[in-house]
T-cell receptor
Framework: GESVGLHLPTLSVQEGDNSIINCAYS??????FIWYKQESGKGPQFIID?????DKRQGQRVTVLLNKTVKHLSLQIAATQPGDSAVYFC?????????????FGKGTKLSVKP | KAGVTQTPRYLIKTRGQQVTLSCSPI?????VSWYQQTPGQGLQFLFE???????NKGNFPGRFSGRQFSNSRSEMNVSTLELGDSALYLC????????????FGSGTRLTVV
């Protein structure tokens, strides 16, 4: 069935290091993917998105990589800061963004050690 | 520019009661979607509304319902509450009928006792 999963439930990194959060998806029809950050007591906050016609997209300190061959998505955070500590979710839209139905992964908790 | 506003922020209800949650989207946004977030199941899609019409529904029992008004504000209702309905209920709005530009509110924390 359709599912989005995360390889690592928790990730601890040193401040200043780069972080990589991974995600697997199973629906080959999905063509739109989003990474969200959720801090305690808040709703998910958009970080970056990518469409399936792209392999890589960069934002400010973040990069998303998409490997359609193995149905894998990753989020790279450069120079991780304490403010990056949060739970990160990947999400896919199996209908190409045409409807508001996102399938979310379980989440990875990122802890940044000062 | 105000974000997505959900009220109330916290709610405690007794099993068997019903509850109504409210969501005010970002001004100009016409699409509203609802999600349930629990530690065990994560974020799960409930339903989506666009221009007062339900366009998509997740795999939840009929006790969960919703609606959207002409000003794009949305409400969701849960009847005959069960302990397992305790969750964070999140609303997201989008300016169009697509998920691009999806913005979430801070949610309503529902506790059923």
């Amino acid at each position: 069935g359709e599912s989005v999963g995360l390889h690592l439930p928790t990730l601890s990194v040193q401040e200043g290091d780069n972080s990589i959060i991974n995600c697997a998806y199973s629906n080959s029809a999905s063509d739109y993917f989003i990474w969200y950050k959720q801090e305690s007591g808040k709703g998910p906050q958009f970080i970056i998105d990518i469409r399936s016609n792209m392999d890589k997209r960069q934002g400010q300190r973040v990069t998303v990589l998409l490997n359609k061959t193995v149905k894998h998505l990753s989020l790279q955070i450069a120079a991780t800061q304490p403010g990056d500590s949060a739970v990160y979710f990947c999400a896919e839209n199996p209908l190409g963004g045409s409807q508001g139905n996102l399938i979310f992964g379980k989440g990875t908790k990122l802890s940044v050690k000062p | 520019k105000a974000g997505v506003t959900q009220t109330p922020r916290y709610l405690i209800k007794t099993r068997g009661q019903q509850v109504t949650l409210s969501c005010s989207p970002i001004s100009g946004h016409r699409s509203v979607s609802w999600y349930q977030q629990t530690p065990g199941q994560g974020l799960q899609f409930l339903f989506e509304y666009f221009s007062e019409t339900q366009r998509n529904k997740g795999n939840f029992p009929g006790r969960f319902s919703g609606r959207q008004f002409s000003n794009s504000r949305s409400e969701m209702n849960v009847s005959t509450l069960e302990l397992g309905d305790s969750a964070l209920y999140l609303c997201a709005s989008s300016p169009t009928d697509r998920v691009y530009g999806y913005t979430f509110g801070s949610g309503t924390r529902l506790t059923v006792v």
